[in-house]
């Protein structure tokens, strides 16, 4: 089982930039596909940005495409999210987890992004 743990949230106003990062225990996720997800206030979580194993394709919601990178480093068991552009819709709290549905290990405690306009 792996143990993931976010960090690097925070309040930022509108336009600025937040790089969160989600490292791994347990088990190694060199292996594994990884995405970023967020959950808003009164929301579904929603898929954010997806890595492959390698790092060699990403790919995004819509609503990121061109302000966020995911990027990861697999000697770390580490996956990143950098955000910039931030918006106020992009508030949530983000999580890390393997992208792939049967891959998923338990979701870890996110961490927090406000954005304030």
């Known amino acids: 089982q792996v143990q993931l743990v976010e960090s690097g949230g925070g309040l930022v106003q509108a336009g600025g930039s937040l790089r969160l990062s989600c490292a791994a225990s347990g088990r190694t996720i060199s292996g594994y596909d990884m995405a970023w997800f967020r959950q808003a206030p009164g929301k579904e979580r929603e898929f954010v940005a997806g890595i492959l194993y390698s790092g060699f394709s990403t790919d995004y919601a819509d609503s990121v495409k061109g302000r966020f990178t995911i990027s990861r480093d697999n000697a770390k068991e580490q996956v990143y999210l950098q955000m910039n552009s931030l918006k106020p819709e992009d508030t949530a709290v983000y999580y890390c987890?393997?992208?792939?549905?049967?891959?998923?290990w338990g979701w870890g405690q996110g961490t927090r992004v406000t954005v304030s306009s």
């Open positions: 987890n393997a992208k792939r549905l049967g891959s998923r």
